[in-house]
């Protein structure tokens, strides 16, 4: 039994090497967005930091990528969250959305963060500025409510 563990420990390492030129394109991070909520609606202070911090790495362009991510094989995970994230709720194209959509949004945003399905429980452990308490929970549903405005 002994004799294996080195030669497959080697095969192991070997393949997480290899997996490594397999890594795949993180999605694009762009610094600059006109369209961005904070930059086109007032927003409370306090609300603005929490939704900064449990939602933008996944629901915006300004996207930080820790080193662990670039590691294949959690790079193809943490990349498809991301494009998932932004094709479902992307923050920095806030200004360019219908009313429609954004009140729908608004409401799915309250809806998952007061459920605690949003932040995705498999980023919290990493990212303890992301963990809501129950009130922080609230006051973004709150918030999401209170920006619904009815159609024109
Ligand atoms: C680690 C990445 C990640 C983080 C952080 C994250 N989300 Fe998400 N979110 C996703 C992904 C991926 C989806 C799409 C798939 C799904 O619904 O699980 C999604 C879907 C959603 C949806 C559903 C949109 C719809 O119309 O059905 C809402 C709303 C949402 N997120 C809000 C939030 C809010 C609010 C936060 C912060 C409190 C947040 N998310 C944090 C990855 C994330």
């Not at 806030?94 to 932040?119: C, D, F, V, Y």
């Not at 429980?121 to 303890?128: A, K, M, R, V």
């Amino acid at each position: 039994m002994k004799k294996y563990i080195k030669p497959a420990l080697m095969i192991l390492a070997a393949a997480v090497i290899i997996l490594q030129f397999f890594r795949g394109t993180p999605p694009e991070v762009r610094a600059n967005n006109p369209g961005d909520l904070f930059a086109n609606e007032m927003v409370d202070a306090e609300v603005a930091t929490l939704i900064r911090n449990a939602c933008y790495d996944c629901h915006s362009m300004e996207t930080k990528y820790p080193w662990y991510t670039y590691v294949t094989p959690l790079s193809w995970w943490v990349f498809d969250h991301v494009e998932h994230g932004r094709e479902e709720l992307n923050f920095s194209e806030w200004a360019g959305m219908s009313i429609k959509r954004k009140n729908h949004k608004l409401e799915e945003i309250s809806e998952e963060t007061l459920e605690g399905e949003m932040p995705l429980e498999s980023y919290t452990p990493l990212h303890p500025e992301a963990q809501l308490t129950d009130e922080q929970r609230q006051l973004i549903s709150d918030w999401a409510l209170s920006m619904m405005t009815s159609e024109e």
